[in-house]
């Protein structure tokens, strides 16, 4: 066991409920083939990093794939009405293992390398929170040292405040933030386009 802990959100590959704002664009396998992709290309990141870490996948729902997680690693099933309190349970459940830093990531960031995971770990031994800002105002990485309910409850999820919100929320809390490098989501079609590895998959179908 390590200090720190980086759990990964997921979904399961069930045609029709991944990438949904996508799969309107371009249609649901195909969605659902950039989603797998992405999956792919996150776990192969974080297999790269240069620093003692634990993983954990965490899916949305019970599924074949939650039961027979890729191998080389284990899940759990994301618990809470939404998404924050789902974050908020995975941060406390960090905590209640034993683990000094949790870090919590998303398969939406084919631009999150491994040395940005490096640099969330390193900066939690000197700040508070590690936030990592996306393009479109939300994040795809957050990791703390303490499991804080004020900045994930009632947020206005898929909106372009989220980021905003969660520095405000810190700050009136007395945390000290740090901020990684802007990185972009894969929501939509124009997302996709800056990927021709992605883009790819599209014309097999």
Known sequence: MTDTLVVIFLKPFILGTV???LA???GSKQALAVYQHLVKMTLAEV???NKPIDVKLFYSRVSESSLHPP????SEIQTGQDLGIRMYNAMRYGKAHGYEKVIIIGSDCPEMKSDCLENAVEMLDRFDLVLGPASDGGYYLIGAKEAHQDIFQQMPWSTDKVLSETLSRSKAVGLHSFLLP???DIDELDDLKAFPE???LIAKY
């Open 198 to 200: 992605l883009m790819a």
């Open 182 to 184: 802007t990185l972009s």
């Open 71 to 74: 191998s080389g690693f284990s």
């Open 47 to 49: 297999e790269k990093v």
């Open 19 to 21: 990438k949904t704002r």
């Open 24 to 26: 309107k664009e371009i």
